[in-house]
């Protein structure tokens, strides 16, 4: 897994991507040096148990939080090198989040928190992309309704769509399908996959279900901090095979 | 934009966390808005008034002012007719009046009792029936036209019980007489005051002013200017009376008057400055509560993009918006705020009516005041949520409390510089008045901000052990009864004044709630069984409510600063108030020996000395003291007011303390100088100065005591009476104390001396017990009045206390639905929110008393000992004050708790 990346293809990476929290006794090492790159127009699923550093990579990554030591960049840009209004401004433009709870803003309706980040940029963004993730959220009318009155799914519809809007370099979701049922998740998630397929989108997901993970093109598999495994075309059966192994 | 919208909404669905914090913006805009209308619509009446007494007059002519030193003189009437002839004028409207306020014209009633008003004086001069727009209205009748016809104004009327066509007895200057009341006038500015009126030629005979005339009005011929009218009529006047040009003085009055209107605002404003400061209290904990609340929201904006700067904004742009609401409703509330003003003086003495006027300044000060207040509260809840970590997004928790180091350092910060500006305010003579002000002013804010900073440290253990219920259940029981007995033995005992009748059931009631509810803690506490009124204090609700205090000692303090900010002042107030009165007390026993006094307790003016003549003749007097007043003027040219007795006979009248030289040769063209005077002027005993008595004649004197206690005459200067008579004919005395003949009982002498009193109109004689109730009485009536201004402070603050309780409710719904799901009943429900409002209540009073106690003993050891020279604590006012913070908690928590109570279980629980 140390071969050279070329970094053209590459929508984000991480260098020997070290983080350690706390001081002295309370001291833990969420992520142990790791490495790895998430190519352009890729569905990537991590998975680990809990406490693995699934959420520490991720944060470190999209630039919310920083490293204790390691690199990370976005496209062409190093993150350690940036101001955090320079961040801000990175995570604006180039990065789109997928929380697990919703997290929309209960005051505005559907639409509005989709261009939520193109307004706080104050860029009318492309607004023939916007229509487009708009129809493929498949809310018709109801995205002029408040969040209340949408149901998980729509809501959670909303909340990929809104990770879109500003067409991102690349988009995190931690656990983006964790508080919903299966159904709905299917439905999540072959939104996801059709905004990588359809529209050349990159997502990188952290998820705790194979069936989940079998959406994507590629999985990883974090264990203890560390980068332990991967798998090109994952179906339910041979990443719950891989989860056994590791889990012994 | 995005932000400007996202504030509004969030404005719009926290609405009804709001509305709180909206209302207690109002409180305060309100407070300043009501003291710029009333200030504004004195000085619009005022100047009304004046106006259009400038528009029927254009000049007068009275005496000229006299010099120091001038004999008093007369203006003879014929000066009337010769004006009267000049062509240039066309009204001539002659005027007398009585200046002197003992001899005003009383009704009496059919008991014979004097009908006075209260506080303001008996107004009585001549009217020839003009009326004056905004002056004086002609109400009922017609205008006096003979010697026994009267004219007095309605309020008068309405008070003595008197109607037009009545025959009205009155004590006049020469005894009783009977006058026929022909009429009824209104003054729309009396401020209370009574009016008698007659017609110029019986005033002159009533008054004992034959022949004489005060002021004499003059209106031009058509054509005329006011230059030329003047010009003409000085002419004909004589030289001891000058012209007066009525624009100019009117200029000058108005000039005078608005001066005066400034400062009744400004103090006025101090009152509002008190109440907004609570205010920026409330704002600041509900915006750091609500940042608190909304923390993932925030990390989320974070994370997809917001800058720190428009997360700031956002906040900023919502506080803006609360403060223009608070601005608006404040200006409306700003009108009932000036009425209730209105009402308080009108009940403390009087007022004049006035319209209701607002300027645009008002508006604007308004709009800045709501505004600037509230966003400069939030600035730091919004610094704050302006560096929420996008990572708080993912995570599930509120946030926590940070910058706990930050807070205390900078609260011993605020604590320190503000304790050093009080004390530099306070000890270090020799400043400005403004710099002083500013130095005490900004040194009280800063220790409160530093006291409710540190108070996060104590806040945890205080609530802890008040939270206890054998301890809330014995103070409960011990204030309330303590309070009892104050009341009976230390206080007046039962209720004599209007202010008393008030407080009076209400005292009598706060503790015996106290009584009951302390004693239920304490017997279901020992029986381990809910019983009474405070039963579930001493169960599993009241543990609740102990542990909710004190979980976040950052929340209880925050919300117990805005009341401790109210208390405080109260105490501050109560207790220099209660120093004052021990203070005089003291130095009265101390250094009056009199058994009776006998002054004008009033007017405060002086009286003829017939009446000391006239009291020597009482049997059973032992000594008799006269003190006169009067003027001195210095080799520096300061005029200074000076006292004389009778040296012999005056010691044993008052004791005046002599800290230097002594009385020794006062008689011998002696002086005795108050000491604080002597330190100023460098004078030392035995220094010799040259002084002018009002005749202009020169005397050496030589200082031969400096004396201490100045809490019966307050003058610099004292001298002999034999020297005042030598130079000063005025025989009227000011004050006069008696000494009564060992083994005579002092009802007996006192009666003999009403007697001869009650001729002399204005003029009481008081035991020594009166005498010193009626100098409390003083010092209460101001003390009242401040608290009630203090009032509005006291009303935010516990809008503030409501505000933290409904706030930390909506933040606790989901355990509230815990509680509830596992089988807390409501009223269980109930009494949790209840008991922790009680606890941070009491938390909130003790810290403010005693915050007030030292900073009233700060006060107290700055003043001079001449004023206060000891600190006496108002136990009463104290205790009153702890179990009525306890009893807002009940009634502060009595809507939250409701909330709680119907909380639906399932929705509860189901919020994140
Ligand atoms: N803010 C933090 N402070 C201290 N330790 C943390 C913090 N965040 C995560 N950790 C620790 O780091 C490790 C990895 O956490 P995380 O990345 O959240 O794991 P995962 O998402 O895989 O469950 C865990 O042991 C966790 O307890
Ligand atoms: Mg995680």
């Not at chain 2, 100047?47 to 254009?58: H, L, M, P, R, V």
């Not at chain 2, 009446?611 to 520096?636: C, H, I, K, P």
């Not at chain 2, 030289?661 to 460098?682: K, P, Q, W, Y």
């Amino acid at each position: 897994m140390t071969e050279t990346i070329v970094s053209s293809t590459l929508a984000a990476r991480a260098e020997t991507a070290i983080k350690i929290y706390g001081h002295g006794d309370t001291e833990v090492h969420a992520l142990r040096g790791v490495t790895v790159g998430f190519e352009r127009g890729q569905f990537t699923a991590i998975m680990g148990p809990s406490g693995s550093g699934k959420s520490t990579l991720m944060h470190c990554m999209a630039g919310l939080d920083r490293l204790t030591s390691g690199e990370t960049y976005i496209g062409d840009t190093t993150l350690s090198q940036l101001s955090d209004k320079n961040l801000t401004l990175l995570r604006r433009e180039k990065v789109g989040f997928i929380f697990q709870s919703y997290n929309l803003i209960p005051t505005l309706t559907a639409k509005e928190n989709i261009t939520l980040p193109l307004d706080l940029a104050g860029s009318d963004g492309d607004q023939a992309w916007i229509d487009e993730v708009i129809t493929t959220t498949g809310l018709g009318d109801r995205v002029s309704h408040r969040p209340n009155e949408l149901s998980g799914g729509q809501q959670q519809r909303v909340a990929v769509a809104r990770a879109l809007a500003s067409r991102p370099e690349i988009i995190f979701g931690d656990e983006p399908t964790g508080n919903l049922d299966s159904r709905t998740s299917a439905e999540i998630l072959d939104f996801m996959r059709r905004a990588v397929r359809e529209l050349g989108q990159t997502i990188v997901m952290v998820t705790h279900d194979p069936v989940s993970a079998s959406y994507s093109d590629r999985v990883l598999f974090l264990t203890d901090g560390q980068i332990v495994d991967e798998m090109s075309n994952p179906t339910p059966e041979t990443v719950f095979d891989k989860m056994k192994t590791l889990g012994d | 934009m995005t932000m400007l919208k996202l504030s509004a909404r969030n404005i719009r669905a926290s609405v009804g966390r709001l509305v709180l914090t909206i209302l207690a913006v109002t409180a305060g805009v309100g407070f300043v808005t009501g003291s710029f209308i009333l200030a504004d619509s004195l000085s619009d009446t005022f100047s009304g008034i004046f106006e259009s007494a400038a528009s029927q007059t254009d000049a007068s002519v009275q005496l000229a002012g006299l010099e120091f030193g001038e004999d008093d003189q007369t203006l003879s009437d014929s000066v009337v007719a010769a004006l009267e002839e000049l062509p240039e004028t066309a009204r001539v409207t002659p005027i007398v009046t009585i200046t002197d306020q003992f001899t005003p014209f009383v009704i009496l009633d059919a008991a014979g009792e004097e009908v006075k008003p209260r506080g303001p004086p008996i107004l009585t001069f001549s009217w020839d029936g003009r009326e004056v727009e905004s002056a004086i209205a002609l109400a009922e009748g017609r205008s006096p036209a003979a010697l026994d016809e009267v004219v007095i104004n309605t309020e008068y009327a309405v008070a003595a019980d008197v109607a037009v066509g009545d025959q009205v007895n009155f004590l006049t200057p020469d005894g009783q007489q009977t006058f026929t009341l022909v009429g009824t006038v209104d003054f729309p500015v009396s401020a209370g005051a009574f009016f008698v009126l007659f017609d110029f030629e019986s005033a002159q005979t009533l008054y004992g002013k034959e022949g004489l005339v005060d002021t004499v009005e003059l209106a031009a011929a058509p054509g005329v200017s006011a230059e030329e009218l003047i010009a003409a009529a000085e002419r004909v006047v004589p030289s001891e009376a000058e012209v007066i040009n009525q624009a100019e003085v009117i200029e000058q009055s108005l000039e005078d008057f608005n001066q005066f209107i400034g400062i009744f605002r400004n103090v006025l404003l101090a009152f509002a400055g008190i109440a907004l400061f609570v205010s920026l209290f409330i704002i600041y904990n509900t915006f750091a509560i609500l940042v608190n609340q909304r923390i993932q929201q925030i990390g989320m904006l974070r994370a997809i993009g917001a800058t720190g700067r428009q997360i700031r904004f956002s906040i900023l742009a919502e506080a803006a918006l609360v403060g223009l609401i608070g601005a608006v409703l404040g200006l409306a509330a700003g009108f009932g705020v000036a009425f209730l003003i209105k009402a308080a003086f009108q009940a403390a003495g009087g007022f004049p009516e006035t319209g209701n006027v607002i300027t645009t300044t008002t508006v604007l000060v308004a709009f800045l005041v709501g505004v600037g207040a509230t966003v400069l509260s939030a600035l730091g809840p919004a610094f704050l949520a302006s560096r929420v970590s996008p990572v708080a997004a993912m995570r599930n928790e509120a946030g926590g409390d940070r910058g706990q180091h930050r807070r205390i350092i900078g609260g011993l910060v605020c604590l320190a510089v503000g304790l050093v500006l009080l004390g530099l305010g306070l000890f270090l003579g020799g400043q400005q008045t403004s710099v002083l002000l500013i130095e005490l002013a900004v040194g009280a804010i800063l220790t409160f901000v530093g006291v409710a900073l540190l108070s996060v440290l104590f806040a945890g253990p205080i609530v802890n052990f008040i939270g206890r219920a054998e301890v809330l259940g014995t103070s409960l029981l011990v204030l309330g009864a303590s309070l009892l007995v104050f009341m009976f033995t230390v206080g007046d005992g039962l209720p004599d004044g209007v202010v008393s009748w008030v407080t009076f059931p209400i005292k009598v009631a706060v503790s015996t709630i106290a009584i009951l509810t302390g004693l239920s803690i304490l017997i279901s506490k020992s029986r381990g069984s809910g019983f009474g009124l405070g039963g579930s204090a001493a169960g599993l609700e009241g543990q609740l409510a102990k542990r909710n205090a004190g979980r976040s000692p950052q929340r209880t303090a925050a919300t117990a600063t805005a009341l401790t900010i109210g208390v405080a002042l109260v105490a501050t107030v109560g207790t220099v108030g209660e120093s004052l009165k021990a203070s005089f007390t003291d130095s009265l026993e101390r250094g009056v020996q009199a058994d009776l006094f006998i002054y004008d307790e009033e007017g405060q003016g002086s009286f003829s000395g017939d009446l000391a003549d006239r009291l020597e003749g009482v049997a059973g007097l032992a000594e008799l003291s006269r003190f006169r007043a009067n003027e001195l003027r210095l080799a520096d040219g300061d005029v200074v007011n000076m006292f004389a007795y009778e040296t012999g006979t005056g010691e044993s009248v008052i004791d005046l303390g002599i800290v230097a030289g002594s009385l020794e040769g006062t008689a011998d063209n002696g002086m005795l100088v108050f000491v604080d005077e002597a330190e100023e002027r460098g004078l030392l005993v035995g220094d010799s100065l040259v002084v002018d008595f009002p005749d202009l004649q020169s005397e050496t004197l030589t200082v031969v005591g400096l004396f201490e206690d100045n809490s019966v005459l307050g003058v610099p200067f004292i001298i002999d009476l034999d020297l005042y008579e030598q130079h000063i004919s005025n025989d009227d005395d000011v004050f006069v104390g008696a000494a009564i003949e060992e083994g005579t009982s002092v009802e007996s002498v006192k009666a003999a001396v009403v007697a001869v009193t009650a001729e002399f109109s204005g003029v009481t004689a008081q035991d020594n017990e009166e005498f010193l109730n009626a100098q409390e009485g003083q010092i209460d009536g101001l003390i009242t009045l401040i608290n009630f201004m203090l009032g509005f402070a006291l009303f935010t603050a516990f809008l503030g206390v409501v505000n933290t309780i409904v706030l930390s409710v909506v933040e606790r719904t989901r355990e509230i639905g815990l509680l509830r799901a596992v089988g807390t009943t409501r009223a269980q429900m109930r009494a949790v929110i209840r008991w922790e409002a009680v606890i941070v209540c009491l938390f909130g009073a003790l810290v403010g008393i005693v915050l007030g106690v030292l900073f009233a003993w700060a006060a107290v050891t700055a003043i001079p000992d001449g004023i206060i020279s000891r600190m006496a604590l108002p136990y009463e006012t104290v205790i009153f004050a702890i179990l009525v913070a306890a009893l807002a908690g009940v009634v502060a928590a009595a809507l939250p708790a409701r909330r709680a109570a119907r909380l639906n279980v399932l929705d509860a629980i189901s919020t994140s």
